[in-house]
């Protein structure tokens, strides 16, 4: 009898420990994400504005129903959604994030003009991940 305990007491741990690493896991994903460069520029959907992350950081106003925290009011229009961008590494191409978002394996996102398949996949659902406004 105190056998059996013991094995569901082990089994709870183990569960425990798993739910405890999953949540460890999501924390240094988050972490990552807010610490992300400060270079970033924000994009407005409607408007087509660009601006710096600073000129949004004063004006911090979540845009609900958005995949991300970071998708916020546009501070020119009023409206939005407006999105973080990224820049290429390898291409230098700025695109849009957080609107159809595909990640790579180290869980960075994916370029929409080197990862062809993905700007394609866009294009498809005729969402433009790489505006003209952002890349001149
Ligand atoms: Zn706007
Ligand atoms: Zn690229």
């Given at each position: 009898m105190s056998g059996k305990n013991s094995g569901l007491l082990k089994n709870m741990g183990i569960v425990a420990a798993a739910v405890g690493s999953v949540a460890l896991l999501a924390w240094s994903w988050t972490a990552n994400m807010t610490q992300a460069p400060i270079q970033i520029g924000y994009y407005c959907l409607s408007c087509k504005k660009t601006d710096h992350i600073s000129t949004y950081q004063s004006n911090w106003r979540q845009y609900p129903g958005?995949?991300?925290?970071?998708?916020l009011y546009c501070?020119?229009?009023?409206?939005g959604p407006a999105h973080p961008t990224n820049e290429c590494d390898q291409c230098g191409s700025v695109f849009i994030l957080h609107l159809f978002p595909k990640y790579n394996e180290f869980g960075s996102p994916s370029c929409p003009k080197c990862d062809v398949a993905y700007g394609q996949a866009a294009k498809v659902k005729k969402?433009?991940?790489?505006?003209k406004a952002l890349n001149p």
């Open positions: 958005a995949m991300s925290d970071s998708v501070v020119h229009c009023d409206k969402i433009d991940l790489m505006p």
